[in-house]
Each structure stands twice: as structure tokens, then as C-alpha cells.
């Protein structure tokens, strides 16, 4: 099946591109079919395990192909990020297999799970705030400072392309797909599927969910431009964060081809994580979750074509997530 892009903010062509750069260092993730998931939403849902990367992320994708991209002389300077911790992953990971610097800010809010993977793969690890738009504030500095290059976790054309490589892979191995249900956030992620997607196939439903609290780009879409919000606590940290009052792409995109955009509150994102875990032996971070989510509130149903669920990654704290679905394991040693 022919499969081209045409977008006024995604370049044609850009994620083929991206797909063919970042092909030795990602993995052509799974799609699995859940009956639980099928049985709630009255038709055929797939989980795409985006959560198998080498960083327990989809992030790797755009983070590969925009540091694929920069300059011998970008490279030698080195890089830095801000990140509610998978990105910073992605970058730090990334930069360690090219040996180049990494210096990733952070607000307070990342849990202890990513900033201690994070400085485990050798990257400088800078926290400061206790939000996003406060660790991107330090990032900034360090650009104009240092000479890093920025590699930004979502606004930017070659993180979009990156993340746009898992739409190829859903219209490849499902060219029927009814409904695509991602993580909704800063919007590189969501930007990057739909746009893909829906140059194909316009007729595909994108479906955005976020958490109740804090949902920034949900608010903002609704007030017709970004806004800034107050982060809170939220079992799906890793959709925390501003998107910019200057943002440049992902927030025209995201208006563009969103069908819909949802909201889930904590305890449904524990319903989520519960199902997933149970029925699927899968332990993750809430955002990866809240698709799981808002099919077991009803909020999404199937048309009788299928559904996929974008499992977006796992990286939290085991305890964490199975104190917060209520799970008591004993282990005898």
C-alpha cells in the first residue's frame, strides 16, 4: 500500500526519512490483541507495545531522528533536554550510543525511577523547579551558556517526524484501523500518528487522552491557544508539562486532526493499569494507561473497525504502580 504525508507542518516525506535514520537503533514494536479491551469497547482493540524500545518508551524514535540529524560540530558540542523523564531518557541513551555529551533538566516532579536510569547511562543530570517550563527555563540557559544543542521533547518537526514512524508501522499492519487512541501531552506524539494517518487515511479517528488534572494541551485546545497551567500530582506523570505559549507546531497540529480529546481521572488510569497488568502481564506508567482507560469508562467505542491503543511506557516504579492498582505480592527467598 502507497503511503505518502502531505501536511503544511510535516515536510513530505520527512517521516519516511525518519523511519529509514532511526531503523538500526528502534524496534518495530508489536500489536497485540486485547479480548478484554475488545469486549468493553464492542469491537476489535490492539495494544502497539511502544513500551518495548530500548528506553521503555516511544520516545527513542523522535530523539534518534533529530539528533541523527544535527551537525558533526552540533554533535561535538553536545546536547541537552528538559523532560518529565522519558524523553530525557531518549536523549541520554541516545547520546551515549553516538558519544556525545547529554545534559538533561528536570523538574522535582520526575520520580527516582528516571532520574536514576538517567544518570546511570552517563548523562548530566540537572534538576531545578517543580515543573517542566522551569527545567526548559535551565535548558535554555545552557544553550546560550555552553553551546548545547536543544533537542526539544515534542514542538519541533524532526521530534514530530520521529514519533510519526509508529503511523506507518499501524497503516502497514492494520490498513482497516477505525480509531487510533494515543497519549495526549505536549502533542509531539499525538502530532506525529495523526498526521501520518490521516494523510492516508482521513477517514481514521484520532482520539487523544489525557489526565484530568493538568491536561494543558486539552484546555488549551479548548481556549483556542496555548495556555499555562499548575502541574499536579498524577500517577501518568510522564503527560505533565506545559506546551509553550510560543509553541510552533504541535498545537496546530493537534487541532487539525484531533477527533476528539478525553479526560481520565486518577482512579481510571488505575482501572487501566489494573486491566493491563491482570489481563495482559504488562506493568506501566499511567499515561499508558489512559487509553485502557477511557474504553473501561465508556468513553470510546468501536465502530467495528479496530482500535489501537498506543502503549506509550513502563517506566515507573514497580511499587509504585502495583501499590496504586492494589496489587500485594508475597515473595518467598
Not at 68 to 82: A, D, H, S
Not at 283 to 306: F, Y
Request: glycine fraction near 10%; aromatic fraction near 4%; include cysteine.
Amino acid at each position: 500500500m502507497p503511503i505518502h504525508m502531505e501536511h503544511p507542518s510535516v515536510e513530505t516525506g520527512a517521516v519516511w526519512e525518519a523511519r529509514q535514520r532511526i531503523a538500526p537503533f528502534i524496534s518495530r514494536t508489536p500489536l497485540v490483541y486485547s479480548s478484554a479491551l475488545s469486549e468493553q469497547a464492542g469491537g476489535p482493540v490492539y495494544l502497539k507495545l511502544e513500551q518495548l524500545q530500548p528506553v521503555g518508551s516511544f520516545k527513542l524514535r523522535g530523539a534518534a531522528n533529530k539528533i541523527l540529524r544535527l551537525n558533526e560540530e552540533q554533535r561535538k558540542r553536545g546536547v541537552t533536554t528538559f523532560s518529565t523523564g522519558n524523553h530525557g531518557l531518549a536523549v541520554a541513551w541516545f547520546a551515549r550510543r553516538l558519544g556525545i555529551r547529554a545534559v538533561i533538566c528536570l523538574s522535582d516532579r520526575v520520580p527516582q525511577e528516571k532520574t536514576d536510569r538517567i544518570s546511570a547511562l552517563g548523562a548530566e543530570l540537572v534538576v531545578c523547579g517543580d515543573s517542566q517550563d522551569e527545567a526548559e527555563s535551565h535548558c535554555v540557559q545552557l544553550e546560550q551558556r555552553e553551546g548545547l544543542t536543544v533537542i526539544p521533547p515534542f514542538d519541533d518537526t524532526d521530534i514530530i517526524a520521529g514519533q510519526g514512524t509508529i503511523g506507518l508501522e499501524l497503516l502497514e499492519e492494520k490498513p482497516d484501523l477505525g480509531t487510533v487512541v494515543i497519549p495526549l501531552s505536549g502533542g509531539g506524539l499525538f502530532a506525529g500518528i495523526a498526521s501520518t494517518i490521516k494523510s492516508n487515511h482521513p477517514g481514521t479517528r484520532m482520539v487523544g487522552v489525557t489526565m484530568e488534572g493538568s491536561a494543558v494541551m486539552y484546555h488549551s485546545l479548548r481556549q483556542g491557544k496555548p495556555i499555562v497551567m499548575k502541574e499536579s500530582n498524577t500517577l501518568a506523570d510522564s503527560l505533565l508539562g506545559g506546551i509553550g505559549l510560543e509553541n510552533r507546531y504541535t498545537f496546530q497540529l493537534v487541532r487539525k486532526t484531533a477527533d476528539e480529546t478525553l479526560l481520565v481521572t486518577e482512579n481510571d488510569i488505575k482501572d487501566g493499569l489494573s486491566l493491563l497488568f491482570h489481563q495482559h502481564k504488562l506493568l506501566l506508567e499511567g499515561a499508558a494507561a489512559t487509553g485502557a482507560a477511557a474504553i473501561l469508562k465508556g468513553l470510546i467505542r468501536s465502530d467495528g473497525r479496530p482500535i489501537v491503543l498506543i502503549i506509550s511506557g513502563c517506566n515507573a516504579n514497580p511499587a509504585d504502580v502495583l501499590r496504586a492498582i492494589g496489587y500485594q505480592a508475597t515473595l518467598d527467598v
